[in-house]
């Protein structure tokens, strides 16, 4: 399958990491929307969140625990966001889930 963060998740394609275990890998965004701005991804592959279901929903649950890690690693106290887009009109771009998160400014609400 031809899957970039697949590719990412292997090291196959080299990426900025900031945590890796066994399951989940994150790693900054190629093209920072914050003046913090990474990814955490499944090393498994899933599409997007439509994909999730009692048989994987597991993942989701770490990848938060790993967020709250690095978050605290990175002294983000003032808050962050994280985004998970899904689909077309969701704004997903890669088709393996992801969440981004975004952190070291005002971020608004809603989002465009
Ligand atoms: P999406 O738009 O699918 O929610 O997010 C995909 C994200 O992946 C974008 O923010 C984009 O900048 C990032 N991205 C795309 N290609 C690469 C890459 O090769 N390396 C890294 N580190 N990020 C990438
Ligand atoms: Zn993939």
Request: net charge negative.
């Amino acid at each position: 399958m031809d899957c970039l963060f697949c590719k990412i998740a292997s090291g196959e394609i080299p990426s900025n990491k900031i945590y890796e275990d066994d399951r989940v890998l994150a790693f900054y965004d190629i093209d920072p929307q914050a003046p913090v701005h990474f990814l955490v991804i499944p090393k498994v592959h899933i599409k997007c969140a439509d994909e999730i279901d009692e048989s994987n929903a597991d993942i989701v649950a770490h990848v938060y625990t790993v967020i709250a890690k690095i978050a605290a690693r990175l002294g983000l106290s003032k808050g962050y966001r994280i985004v998970n887009n899904c689909g077309e009109d969701g704004g997903q771009t890669v088709g393996h889930l992801h969440f981004h998160v975004l952190a070291g400014r005002n971020l608004s609400w809603p989002p465009g």
